[in-house]
């Protein structure tokens, strides 16, 4: 069990990213009223479609629906749905735009097999092709409805057997939950990587993908563990072995926390929670995108990539200072030249793009006004636009040539952790990709895809310092100032450890490049001042060594971010961060974590809203 508390009974070992909202019901009643209501209970993980199915007169009735609950409800009107067999999903697209048509339930070619589904099916374009082959009509373009077709495929008699060997198709992650009116006293639900939990009643029983949608009807549960399948009937539940279909002993866990520490998965807020998701997320995002040597990128063509006379990097906020990253590591790797602006600057300058530039946008939310500006002056004049957001259907998201997606899951905590880190990932890969199709060092990259592999264990291993960062915070939170250093990348990442610092401990907080500092800043460095001076670039190492020994002759205290094996650091630090060995080119994704955990704690000290900074909204929708 890693981190702080109960969050990781759902979860041993990893906290997962879930990106949708799944519920079930079965029992004596209304199952549409049940399923809304547990619905309504994962609205605060932000989604951006609803749906539900009720077996109603031996037919699953599904009404989906674009936008909200609220939405849903309301072309439910009027509709009498008395069934005591029902599923619901809020859905956060990962494949295929937000729409009625893609929203869940899925349904088979009959319509009486319905399944709602968490996770990426990895293989589904593969799986869709052969279903397409052997008849079946597809009638979205998610990754989850070849699941359906899959069962109907392979019905011969029992549904259980049916979902046992569609999931042996499956690659990739999936919280399955599947009915069908050929069965109707049954939910069967399967796990592989996404969460799904039990809730046990009497007579009925209920599943749903986070607690918090279980709490109104029921504390006890069964909680899945991966390859987990679960027959749920009004009188039971039987979990078993999906591989082998033998039974699995499972222990009743009583939740005892409140609903608002279950929204959080029982961290103290959401922003922790981010935190601990980004082996996840930087999982997720990478999924699929690693080959032998190299990466795919299908989505910007080779053509774009190969003429490209520069790139543009625009974006505001957290979001630029991964492109301050991306930057470096482009012109790094790919050997192209790269400008990275602020999104709110880029437009008013009257800049010098045009055809046969790529401009890349990086937004979270997909909705910052002024990236949303930035990106239709750079289109206006003729640049190919590639995004990397978060948020499917979103403005950027719809607007752009290409997008690139971050797998990060809904963000709720005003200040950045996960999406940085996912963002981080996501330019790495673009630079690997021009790399790739210009000629770069076969070797290099090669060495750079090896080392993406390991990077969510390795921001594990960060995460797990916790305890020493949370130290650190202790003893530091009373400061005025505290200064951020670093030369090349480690000066990108200065940049967001000040700004995380800053928005939610309120302290006062700068960047600088470390080479800077002797033209002026040190004037500020007196005795105590504390500097956080990242230490990971080798080729940089002894000139960073230099300007430390100047904060340290004016008596600064510093708190350097070194690798776990360096043996010199001791001697020019007065704290140490440790993170472990990686390629320095990568580093920026580890050594955030500890300057993330580092404001969080000193925000918690000082008694900060964390989730919620003073004068700050997540979107920023305004220019
Ligand atoms: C800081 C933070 C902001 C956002 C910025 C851009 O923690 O979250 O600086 O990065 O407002 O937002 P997006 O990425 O949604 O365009």
Known sequence: MRGRNTAFIILPGRTDVVMCGIVGYIGPR??????????????????????????ENGRPVIVKKKGKIADLESSLDGQVMDGQLGIGHTRWATHGVPSDRNAHPHPDCTGEVVVVHNGIIENYAELRRELREAGHKLASETDTEVIPHLIEANYN???????????????GAYALVVISSREPDKIICVRKDSPLVIGLGEGENFVASDIPALLRYTRDTYILDDHEMAVITREGVQVKDVRTGEARPKEVFTVTWDAGQ???????????????????????????????GGVSLPEIPEEVIRDARRVFMVAC???????????????????????????????????????????????????????????????????HVVAITNVRGSSIDREADAVIHTLAGPEIAVASTKAYTTQLVALTLLALR????????????????????????????????EDEIKELARKYSSSD???????????????????????????????????????????????????VALVTQPDLYEKMVSNITEVRARQGRIISVVYDDDEKAREFSDEMI??????????????????????YYVAVERGCEVDKPRNLAKSVTVE
């Open 262 to 292: 279950a929204e959080k998965g029982g961290y103290a807020h959401f922003m922790l929670k981010e935190i601990h998701e980004q082996p996840t997320a930087v999982r997720e995002t990478l999924r699929g995108r690693l080959k032998e």
């Open 317 to 383: 906020g957290t979001a630029y200072h991964a492109c301050l990253v991306g930057k470096y590591l482009m012109e790094r790797i790919a050997r192209v030249p790269v400008e990275a602006d602020l999104a709110s600057e880029f437009r008013y300058r009257d800049p010098l793009i045009g055809p046969g530039d790529v401009m890349v946008l990086v937004s979270q939310s997909g909705e910052t006004a002024d990236t949303l500006a930035a990106l239709r002056e750079g289109r206006n004049r003729g640049a």
């Open 578 to 599: 440790r993170i472990p060995r990686t390629d320095p080119l990568l580093a920026p994704v580890l050594a955030v974590v500890p300057l993330q955990l580092l404001a």
């Open 157 to 171: 008699g029992s549904l259980e057997e049916a979902v046992r060997a569609a999931v042996s198709r499956l690659e």
């Open 30 to 55: 209304k199952a549409l009223r049940v399923v809304i209501d547990n619905l309504k209970k994962l609205e605060y993980r932000g989604y951006d479609s609803a749906g539900v199915a009720v077996v």
């Open 481 to 531: 100032d505290v200064f951020f250093i670093g030369r090349g990348l480690d000066y990108a990442v200065a940049m967001e450890g000040q700004l995380k610092l800053k928005e939610i401990s309120y302290i006062h907080a700068e960047a600088y490049a470390a080479g800077e500092l002797k033209h002026g800043t040190l004037a500020l460095i007196e005795a105590g001042v504390p500097v």
């Open 434 to 465: 021009f790399a790739e199709v210009r000629g770069g060092d076969r070797e290099q990259i090669a060495a750079l895809v090896e080392g993406l592999k390991n990077l969510p264990e390795l921001v594990q291993e960060v995460l797990d310092t």
